[in-house]
């Protein structure tokens, strides 16, 4: 048996049985990630020999890992862009659009200002929602283009990262009011 | 066929005889264990009756210690030697724990109790209180225990499980998994038998509080969010009006005036569940009544300090109220009418509250218990937790680079690649933390990681892959790699406020339990039960799967287990250890392979549903 056929999946998609691709049934995902981890967890291993709890460990560890990555639309993304060799250099590359990051510049300031008004962070917080929502929309049709779609879909993956950074920071503020 | 012959006449690979097990609810102010009997759970009393056994134990200067009711009346009379509300000292530093009542030694690390029979650990002091229970439950089942379901609360972190569970070592237990206890919780009120459902578990303790969110799907929970405060409970609400008695009254001046106040207190508040007033008489502090309401008022600010994390926990798993299925309460605090009325009003629903609220995580424990030792049959039933505070490295400016984010369901790996900065540099140091914050000052420090044996080499050329596990009990372990050579880096661990290897061992011979037997003999027993529980399993595993084998391994695996029984009859461990590690190389590729056989046909079944 080669090293290919011992190891059940490349890649996160098929380790679930899934087609590499953007689209994803984030419940159907789930339950695929239950089944799987039923038959792997350590808690089924509990009487069994160090050597298959270790490995019970990994395994499950490895269906998590995966799970985390595919569930979130733009690690999603991100791990799609990778799979194609396309980094999205988030922690190297720090060149942005300016349009978009003084707009981000904006929300910042607002955010700062309006920490004790929570009608304002309300409609910031609708404001946030609308601009993520259109970008995710954005990104599903450039990955669904392929490789032509890579550039803009690297584009909107980084801006969406700054957009859950600050998304954070707003629910924080709105707990906190 | 030969490889069969292994297995001796008449013996089974895979025993089915009952296996005891048992459920342990290591509280803060009261400890109980369960069990599965016939079919259902039983709360196991002690010999007059009482189920609850007070956590806590009295060292005395001959050695000898009393654990349970024994102990705690004798609170007032000897505080300092006799210790209760351990399980707040877990895993923690002298630095951390506040006020305590008791003489504390000069020690790094994990905070040391001065009593009467030396210096002792909260490790060595929750050991005494599980021996307790241990013996409870094996002179009433009438034999030894497999394996315990051990509970800790959701929110403990990695030194406080890794505390508890040192625990049950010295106490000779053997732990089949740490387990949160509002899962427990949510197992006992049978909630895995719903279809499905989102449950968030209100769990006030004596010194601790815990909420968790969990979602039941298939027979599957998942801990979807979890928060609390690990240092709030119903001691808090005592002390809240110990303190309203006093500013109306005297303050207590003595360690045994105090105790007696606190213990009024505690009656006082336990009384107005079912009265409207009280009257408290603590001689020279306090004389006079207490109402509901004025208990309410005092209380109110500690209840409301526990609405702020279920609201957290909504948030965080991406719900809203409205989406709670149930609302389950657990731990003698929720008895208190206020608790009740202010978690319905939070909730907009009426909490399940028809389980004891004492007994309720240990009854929940036990059928994990029962389950995890094989008595249960097949079963569904799977409980998915979640680390409930991030994990960090140090990096540069004393900053923190996290590596596990909180709630990320467990296990779970990551692996980070370092390089050396220096020529011939073979020595890397790693700072691990737990908390949300950026600052390492600011978060938990775990432990370090000292990894030694990279090849020398330039500056810069070394590849070292360090890998972060946390298994299903929310311990970490570390291991690391240098790529390039594939050399196993050596790993030495210094916990920041837990034990080291080296500490238990001397606790376990220094211990009473363990006198009569000698370290090289408790070390031989265990290597023998490694050794068969490792021989059973892969004959098992061949015996079930053979087809799975490549060409020449069945024989090979053979071949090492026919050497592993030879090894395991003689007496020298370091042989018998050497031939388990010789089994398991011989046998790794097989064991991955029907573990990935298992999820093949785990999810070929999927396909054929979704084909229909």
Redesign the interface.
Known sequence: MTQAERCVARNHFELFGLPVGYDIDERDLARRHRELISTCHPDRFAQASAQERRLAVQKSAALNEALKVLQDPVARARYLLELAGVSTGEETDTVMDPAFLIQQMEWREALEENRDNPARLSSLMDEWTAMTAARQRELAGHLRAGAAGYPQARRLVRELQFLRRFGDELDEAHLET | MALLQISEPGQSPMPHARRLAAGIDLGTTNSLIATVDGGAVRVLADETGAALLPSVVRFFDSGEVAVGSAAQAAEIEDPLNTIASVKRLMGRGRDEVGQVPYALADSEGMVRLKTAGGDKTPVEVSAHILAALKTRAEDALGGPLT?VVITVPAYFDEAQRQATKDAARLAGLTV??LLSEPTAAAVAYGLDRQPEGLYCIYDLGGGTFDVSLLRL??G?F?VLATGGDARLGGDDFDAAVAADLEAHGRRATTAESARALLRAARTAREQLTTQETVSIDVPGVFAGTLSRDELNALIDPLIERTLAPC??VL?DAGVRVADVSEVVLVGGATRTPRVRERVEGLFRKAPLNDIDPDQVVAVGAARQAD????NAGAT?M???DVIPLSLGIEIMGGLVERIIPRN??????RAQEFTTYKDGQTALAVHVVQGERDLVTDCRSLARFTLRGIPPMAAGAARIRVTY????DGLLSVSAQELSSGAESEITVKPSYGLTDADIERMLSESMAHAATDAAERAWREQVV?AD??I???LAAIAADGRLL?EGEGEAIATHARALRAARDGRDVTAIRRAIEAL?RA???F???R??E??????A???IQEFR
């Not at chain 2, 389950?371 to 094989?374: A, C, P, Q, R, Y």
Request: hydrophobic content about 45%; glycine content about 8%.
């Open positions: 394996g089949l998994r799907s298939q599957v998942e609201r957290r948030k389950l995890l030792v094989g569904d799977l409980l998915l990320a369901p467990i296990p779970t790996t596990q946390v298994d299903a490694e529980r490792m059973d399993a892969v490549a398991d046998s790794a590729a064991a991955a392979r573990m990935d298992g999820l093949r046909r785990a999810m079944g999927h396909s």
